[in-house]
T-cell receptor
Framework: GAGVSQSPSNKVTEKGKDVELRCDPISGHTALYWYRQSLGQGLEFLIY????????KSGLPSDRFSAERTGGSVSTLTIQRTQQEDSAVYLC????????????FGPGTRLTVT | ELKVEQNPLFLSMQEGKNYTIYCNYSTTSDRLYWYRQDPGKSLESLFVLLSNGAVKQEGRLMASLDTKARLSTLHITAAVHDLSATYFCAVGPLDSNYQLIWGAGTKLIIKP
């Protein structure tokens, strides 16, 4: 079946502009995660959605970052007034639910802020 | 606060050799994952380890978990070039059933 998809795959934007990153999780997966990976680094947790529960936004680095998940499926991560330090690969993952279930990752969106 | 440390962070080795990557974590956990990432690609799940003494093997890779020592190892047997990648371990803290704390990754280069 189809895996996790993300769009765009690459995004170059000017400092101060807003960007939207999209994630389509695997069908039937109730849990969805956003991570940020800077060059040569591990993954930094951003936000977690589980079904219709309130999301865990504790990893969002500033109030310029927000995310939503519509209908328990597609998610959008929005970064307002982008800064150069926002440049990174943004990864989305989904899993059947939380707990011990492994996370399946999308291909990522490489964001470059110039 | 759970911290995860991998070592080495970089490893260059010859084909045919054996080596081990270590993943240490600082507080008790009930789940540990190993992932592989090829350059410019996303992460691929390799192993899920959920109990003390768990051992899983897939081809030339074998992962084990010692929860008492808070240590997991990823052992590579008779390395081949195709195993060149960055390997990450991720550990789940007990106070969350969804968060994972990630190691910095081990970049493995296998030379023919």
């Amino acid at each position: 079946g189809a895996g996790v998809s993300q769009s765009p795959s690459n995004k170059v934007t000017e400092k101060g502009k807003d960007v939207e990153l999209r994630c389509d999780p695997i069908s039937g997966h109730t849990a969805l995660y956003w991570y940020r990976q800077s060059l040569g680094q591990g993954l930094e947790f951003l936000i977690y959605f589980q079904g219709n529960s309130a999301p865990d936004k504790s990893g969002l680095p500033s109030d310029r970052f927000s995310a939503e998940r519509t209908g328990g499926s597609v998610s959008t991560l929005t970064i307002q007034r982008t800064q150069q330090e926002d440049s990174a690969v943004y990864l989305c993952a989904s899993s059947w639910t939380s707990g011990s279930f492994e996370q399946y990752f999308g291909p990522g969106t490489r964001l470059t802020v110039t | 606060e759970l911290k995860v440390e991998q070592n080495p962070l970089f490893l260059s080795m010859q084909e045919g050799k054996n080596y081990t990557i270590y993943c240490n974590y600082s507080t008790t956990s009930d789940r540990l994952y190993w992932y592989r990432q090829d350059p410019g690609k996303s992460l691929e799940s390799l192993f899920v380890l959920l109990s003390n003494g768990a051992v899983k093997q897939e081809g030339r890779l074998m992962a084990s978990l010692d929860t008492k020592a808070r240590l997991s190892t990823l052992h590579i047997t008779a390395a081949v070039h195709d195993l060149s990648a960055t390997y990450f371990c991720a550990v789940g803290p007990l106070d969350s059933n969804y968060q994972l704390i990630w190691g910095a990754g081990t970049k493995l280069i296998i030379k023919p």
